[in-house]
């Protein structure tokens, strides 16, 4: 590994975690270069909801690229892109009664969302955005700016404005009535909050520590935007495309958000990709005045619209909830033997331990044990799981069981 050592920036993070060397993947296992498979709790950080390289997915992109289609079109008109258009339409938007018009911002999540604040500015012609307490958004200065990590803010190196932050569901841990201090300071006009342009929210906070909202606290929120003439963004980004359940995680709630960010998961296959959706009355862009050179990305159109294929019906979301209720009756007894909170919903569930290295060390045996997991939460006080929605009970049963087995292994006396 000495060139990733003496060439690679130190920015790069996982791979401290994982020091070893990756070659290959199926489905829900990780295979090494010397040939030591690992299975996979981790899921591209909620970027392979459906695994590895699933074989059809695979043959859909392998057929397009075989025939000497078009990769970059930026926003020309392609073949492939109207097919993802009319099957997102046809599968997702239609069966949930969603009008939303459809813009490709660029290739990651953190571009869906800098669109998403954008537009809420330019259509209201307001500037503050009021994003939540352990929001994470991403990393360009825009999306930066509503996260809350004082570690990934202070990267930025200048001011982060036009922001203002407010308690998430349960931050007050039920001392205060929820939106409390956002109505008074709304209703104040000394409060120092000007008024905003949108709310900018995760129905479970993923980095912020698998935190989820509940659907009263959420239809309170979209009840409050709806009163105080701002626009709701939900960030959908890593709870999106089944993670909780449903194809939207807010589906749940009863909400119609005004903008809805989707990426990671959505190309089906690890590719590039990200959607913003809005209200069709919200289309006010002109021409070319939001764009990037990858925003007609071909081949992930190709992957996506294959993957929609496991939404034409409910067996996915049947199964990712059967699936979560086993993972949180497994998370239940190991906090009960071990101490911890249990966090997160559907196939994103994690244990928050007051022992906040407990949750690295914990990851870090579960890696010798051949499991991939990450942490989240302000100290990485928290073990999360994000396994793929496809993974098989016996693979879900073998890693929860190591999981098991590394909680206890790290709550043995650290050597001095």
Not at 92 to 98: D, K, Q, T, Y
Not at 337 to 363: V, Y
């Amino acid at each position: 590994m000495e060139i990733f050592n003496r060439v690679e920036s130190e920015v790069r993070s996982y791979c401290r975690s994982w020091p070893t060397v990756f070659k290959s993947a199926q489905g829900s296992h990780v295979t090494d270069e010397s040939g030591r498979t690992f299975l996979d709790f981790f899921a591209g950080a909620g970027s392979l909801n459906y695994g590895h390289n699933d074989p059809r997915i695979k043959q859909k992109l392998l057929d397009y690229l075989a025939g000497d289609s078009i990769v970059h079109s930026l926003d020309a008109h392609t073949v492939a892109k109207r097919e993802f258009l009319r099957t997102f339409q046809e599968v997702v938007l239609a069966p949930r009664s969603l009008d939303y018009k459809i813009q490709f911002p660029g290739p990651t999540g953190t571009n869906a969302v800098e669109a998403a604040l954008k537009l809420a500015r330019k259509y209201t012609g307001r500037e503050t955005v009021v994003s939540f307490t352990n929001a994470f958004h991403g990393m360009t200065l825009g999306a930066l700016a509503v996260t809350g990590n004082s570690v990934k803010r202070g990267g930025a190196g200048i001011p982060l404005n036009h922001v203002h932050t407010m308690p998430y569901d349960n931050y007050l841990d039920g001392r205060t009535p929820d939106f409390l201090l956002f109505e008074r300071m709304l209703a104040d006009s000394g409060s120092g909050l000007d008024r905003p342009a949108a709310a900018i929210v995760e129905t479970v906070q993923g980095e912020g520590g698998l935190n989820p909202a509940s659907a009263d606290w959420l239809r309170g929120l979209a009840d409050l935007c709806r009163r105080h003439d701002m626009l709701l963004i939900v960030d959908d980004i890593q709870m999106g495309c089944g993670r909780t359940g449903p194809f939207f995680s807010f589906e749940e709630s009863g909400i119609t958000p005004d903008i809805v960010c989707l990426s990671k998961s959505l190309s089906g296959y690890g590719l590039p990709f990200a959607l913003t959706l809005f209200r069709p009355e919200l289309d006010v862009w002109e021409p070319g005045e939001h764009n990037g050179t990858f925003r007609g990305f071909n081949p992930a159109f190709v992957t996506a619209t294959a993957a929609l294929e496991y939404w034409t019906d409910d067996e996915l979301e049947k199964e990712t909830r059967v699936k979560g209720e086993r993972v949180r009756g497994a998370l239940a007894e190991i906090a009960a033997e071990h101490g911890g909170e249990l966090r997160g919903r559907g196939l994103a569930q994690g244990i928050a331990f007051s022992d906040t290295g407990l949750a690295g060390r914990a990851c870090a045996a579960a890696f010798e044990r051949g499991l991939l997991m990450e942490t989240s939460g302000p100290e990485d006080e928290v073990a999360k799981l994000l396994p793929p929605l496809t993974i098989t009970d016996t693979d879900l049963a073998t890693g929860l069981e190591i999981l098991r087995e590394s909680v206890a292994a790290a709550r043995e006396p650290q050597p001095a």
